[in-house]
């Protein structure tokens, strides 16, 4: 059931099927039991056969904090680097190797705090990274501090009257950055999660994937309005690119465009149905998925999944290689030895005899 | 015309001082590439200010550029001015502290206005007041004479005005009888696009030049004959083009693509804008978002196969420690060109300074050893970066080279090696599984070789050797996460282990001591190595014996540096650094190794040591002895 995905013609193929199998390692997991990073784990193993890609032209990078253990367990080549610098390094590496499949995972507080630079900065370049940003609004490592997308006002051990920053929307900072891909799934709904990761494989460019994961020791149930049959519909938008924007039971709510271009929640019945807002992720223009990022509610009252923009713009890795190929196949190929006897002379020479 | 008598010099050194956008380094740099084409051994010394246009006119607006050329072997830009080109007061006053009195003094008089002169605090005019009798002063109406001989021309004032710099150089030129096509061929090429400036520089320079062999103020020229240098072809070069140089052709001799990652830094940049020029040669350059990207991207680079570099000065050191530490734990080459400069902090961006030993040294968390080199001049920096290379990717390890402001922008002739000659650095990638786990053969990363305690370099794309790595802790062997109290202190001995191996593949310490009586060693590592030399010269020229050694090598050191330094009575250590009140930071290292009692002698003022001071201060160890 391998798929063909156009932007991975550059990496090698398997040469037998895979199964999930194939990337378990012999290591013990040691998440927490209950972890939302098990089901992640499970949903990208079992995903990664139909990419149909040689295993060892895959490497997962990571940095620090609990989900970044993730290399440790998928049978691939894999870098547990340190804390928020894994965009940094998968950069150095999928701008050299364009015959890797190369993924980052990371968690809130490695790419939104301490590495938010080189986030914000991989998905400016459109590097050819695939980013697992798993969003547990906690610091589960250290044992529950809170973290850039924890609730203004969250009591952990570091802030026991409250915090007082107000947290980062990973979507809306990204689409910020001009993502040219950006999506959010939910741990436990492995159908959606999968859906979401073929879509950012098949995006050539970084693809930023915030997936809501529980930590079910220091924030349990921080995602539980999007998993209780009792609330999920009415809370839950799901984005279809094509599809008008609706979500309830019955379809009930909906968004228009005001007069002054912002998006407004409407009864679905109170419209013409031709008001109602269609997605379109390939908008040029990121600020439609900027509006659909902002539907969502911190008290997930209201959350927007699925693909937020996919869309094509020039890959840095790919521009950096078309520089080299163009300076080395005008001239029959990469300088050699007599070149850099010409490169080390210069033209200002005499010669002492 | 008669032409005026020609006089012999064995050595001159002359420097152009001006206001930051007098062109005073495009002046010097023209100035040593004609000297350069003439054959004459030289040096170099460009020094600028942080700010790209400081106030004009302003004392911390002068930018000079000192150039020593001769006809025999030297090894400093020198200490004292023989010619001082001043554009301005600011320039002279700025100056003139260093120059020997009957020095040459070639003034821009238009400068010299109650305006300029009250702003850098000259009560009065030095050009007439009696203060500079003591010199030769050549008081040139430089801007006004450029201004008039370009008077047809179809460009601004301000436009004219800006060629004085190349009536300045015609002048210059002729009176030390450099060959000016390389010059006029440099003003087309720089002007192609606007033939008025490029006319108007041409005749500026043109101007200067008959200028000097008619007026009566010059009564002279000088020649100083070519020198005598080891026979070969030869160029000017930097430091930071020979560094940029050197890790070109590491990248051929290696057969490894060549990766850097570099975030824009004085006085590291220009390697940046080197390499990015080299795409012929299959080099990529990634300017990272910060220091940090820059070596985290060169280690995900080194991690995929390619010779990784980052390039960066003292400040941007700091910043990259972590990454450094997680390639010391991840084993995989990596080169980390530290151009060294004034600090702490921002420091002083374009002045020297060599006190980032210690950092390179010590400045990681754990312990996390690394091979430190250091290039001794300009041309060095080639040898140094292939020395690097073999390092990094011998031992997989990252190497830190130690460059500084002086040598990157100083310049000297090199003598142009042959590719053929330089040392093979090929390096062996894993290709199979290295182990049998369980009856099943398997890829084992950390597995390693018995002399160089190397692991294998397995790269992504080699079918049957996936595995992980990190930096957290792991198994001897398998690589897998361990805690394991005896495992971890054998991982760290053997880290340590592997940066010791390197010293039994270094050369034993060459020592300088020409009569074989010396029993004063004076011991230097970096860019001091040619004020030292020259001063070890000039107290053996007196008389005295004195021995020299200079190290390429400072982690680790060569073997025998402990058996050398217990050879003499004194060791002593001349650093541009203070060394944390352990009496400077090689001496620290000195002591603590070998318990010799090296003494420091150590300056931090931003520029080189003068080769007098330290001959002074040798002359004076040599008499102490007992």
């Known amino acids: 059931m391998t798929q063909n995905f156009p932007s991975l013609s550059l990496v090698p193929k398997a040469r037998e099927a895979q199964s999930a199998k194939d990337f378990k390692t012999d290591q013990e997991v040691r998440w927490c039991p209950g972890c939302g990073d098990y089901a992640v784990l499970a949903a990208v193993q079992s995903f990664m ?69 080189h986030l ?128 309830g039971a019955g379809a009930e709510h909906g968004v228009v465009r005001s007069p002054d271009s912002s998006l407004k ?55 950096m290689r078309e520089q080299i190929d163009r300076a080395t196949g005008t001239q029959g190929g990469p300088a050699g030895e007599d070149e850099l006897t010409g490169l080390l002379a210069g033209s200002d020479t005499w010669t002492v005899r | 015309m008669a032409t005026k008598g020609v006089r012999q010099l064995d ?129 040139i109406a430089l801007t006004s004479m450029t201004v008039e001989a370009l008077k047809d021309f179809d460009i601004s004032k301000k436009e004219a005005e800006r060629a004085k710099n190349m009536f300045a150089l015609g002048l210059l030129s002729w009176l030390y009888n450099r060959p000016t096509e390389g010059t006029l061929a440099f003003l087309r090429t720089k002007f192609a696009r606007s033939p008025q400036i490029m006319e108007a520089n041409v005749t500026a320079f043109e101007t200067g030049w008959s200028f000097g062999e008619t007026t009566e103020d010059f009564s002279v020229s000088y020649e100083v004959k070519p020198a005598q240098l080891a026979p070969g072809r030869y160029r000017n070069i930097s430091g930071n083009l020979a560094l940029s140089y050197g890790l070109v052709a590491a990248a051929q001799r290696s057969g490894l693509p060549l990766f850097l990652g570099s975030y824009p830094i004085t006085p590291a940049s220009d390697i940046l804008h080197e390499l990015s020029k080299h795409k ?98 300009p041309a060095d920096c080639f040898d140094t970066a292939l020395e690097a290379a073999r390092i990094a990717t011998t031992f997989r390890v990252p190497v830190i080279l130690l460059s500084d402001g002086y040598l990157a922008n100083g310049s000297e002739p090199w003598r142009i090696p042959e590719v053929a000659d330089l040392p093979d650095l090929h390096v062996q990638f894993a290709t199979e599984t290295n182990a049998e786990v369980d009856g099943r053969a398997t890829f084992l990363p950390y597995v390693r070789d018995s002399a160089t305690l190397a692991r294998p370099w397995a790269l992504p794309g080699t079918a049957g050797l996936e595995h992980r790595i990190g930096g957290i802790e792991k198994a001897d062997r398998t690589g897998n ?104 930071q090689l001496s620290m290292l000195l002591r603590a190794k070998y318990l010799v009692d090296a003494v420091g002698y150590n300056q931090v003022r931003g520029m080189p040591f003068k080769a007098d001071e330290l001959a002074a201060v040798i002359t004076t160890v040599t008499e102490d002895l007992p």
């Open chain 1, 49 to 117: 056969p139909e990419l149909g890609l040689a295993r060892e032209n895959i490497v997962f990078v990571s940095g620090i904090g609990c989900s970044s253990r993730f290399p440790y367990y998928m049978d691939t080549f894999g870098m547990h680097s340190i804390h928020g610098r894994a965009p940094a390094i998968a950069t150095g590496l999928a701008a050299s190797r364009q015959d890797l499949s190369v993924w980052v995972v990371t968690g809130d507080g490695d790419a939104l705090s301490i590495g938010g630079n």
């Open chain 1, 120 to 247: 914000i900065h991989a998905l400016r370049r459109n590097v050819n990274l695939k980013i697992l940003l798993f969003n547990n609004r906690i610091y589960g490592l250290t044992k529950g501090q809170y973290s850039p997308t924890s609730e203004l006002g969250k009591i952990t051990k570091s802030t026991p009257l409250g915090s007082l920053d107000s947290p980062f929307n990973p979507v809306s900072l990204a689409l910020g950055a001009e993502a040219s891909f950006v999506a959010r799934s939910i741990d436990s709904d492995r159908k959606h999660l999968t859906a979401v990761l073929r879509a950012a494989a098949a995006h050539r460019g970084t693809a930023l994937v915030e997936i809501y994961q529980n930590c079910n020791i220091f924030n349990d149930n921080a995602f539980e309005p999007l998993k209780d049959p009792a609330t999920r519909d009415e809370v839950t938008i799901r984005l279809e690119h094509g599809q008008p924007i609706t979500w």
């Open chain 1, 265 to 319: 929640v409407v009864e679905t019945a109170d419209v013409p149905a031709s008001d109602l807002v269609v997605h379109d992720a390939h908008a040029m223009d990121p600020s439609h998925a900027f509006d659909l990022s902002r539907l969502a509610e911190t008290s997930l009252a209201r959350t927007p999944i699925g693909v937020f923009r996919d869309v094509d713009r020039p890959v840095y890795d790919d521009l």
């Open chain 2, 11 to 139: 050595r001159v050194i002359i420097r152009f001082a001006g206001d930051s956008g007098d062109g005073m380094q495009l002046t010097g740099d023209r100035f040593t590439t004609e000297t350069a084409s003439f054959g004459n051994d030289l040096s170099t010394l460009p020094d600028f200010p942080a700010e790209i246009r400081a106030p004009a006119g302003t004392l911390p607006g002068v930018s000079a550029f000192q150039l020593h050329f001769a006809d025999h072997d030297i090894m400093t830009p020198g200490d004292r001015p023989d010619v001082l080109v001043a554009m301005n007061p600011a320039a002279l006053k700025a100056n003139l502290d260093d120059l020997e009195r009957g020095a040459d003094i070639i003034v821009n008089t238009d400068e010299f206005t109650k305006r300029n002169l009250t702003k850098v605090g000259y009560p009065s005019n030095p050009l007439d007041d009696g203060s500079l009798e003591a010199y030769n002063v050549h008081p």
């Open chain 2, 280 to 377: 012929r040669f299959g080099v990529r350059t990634f300017q990272a978002e910060d220091e940090i990207a820059a070596v985290g991207a060169a280690l995900g680079a080194a991690y995929g196969g390619s010779l990784a570099v980052t390039s960066t000065s003292g400040p941007g050191l700091a910043l990259k420690a972590e990454t450094i530490g997680l390639g010391v734990s991840l084993e995989l080459p990596l080169i980390v060109v530290n151009v060294q400069r004034a600090g702490p902090s921002t420091g002083m961006p374009t002045k020297t300074e060599q006190a980032d030993l210690l950092q390179a040294m010590f400045g990681r968390n754990g312990e996390a050893p690394v091979p430190i080199v250091a290039p001794r001049s």
């Open chain 2, 481 to 584: 996460i361990s805690y394991d109290p005896a495992n971890h202190d054998f991982m760290v001995r053997t880290r340590q282990a592997k940066v010791d191996a390197v010293a039994a593949t270094i050369g034993p310490t060459e020592v300088e001591d020409p009569s074989g009586r010396a029993r004063v060693l004076v011991l230097g590592w970096g860019s001091t190595y040619g004020p030292i030399g020259a001063a070890c010269r000039r107290v053996r020229a007196a008389g005295k014996d004195v021995a020299q050694a200079h190290l390429r090598h400072l982690n680790p050191f060569p073997a025998d540096l402990g058996e050398v330094l217990r050879r003499y009575d004194k060791v002593l250590v001349p650093e541009m650094n203070l060394g944390y009140g352990f009496g400077g």
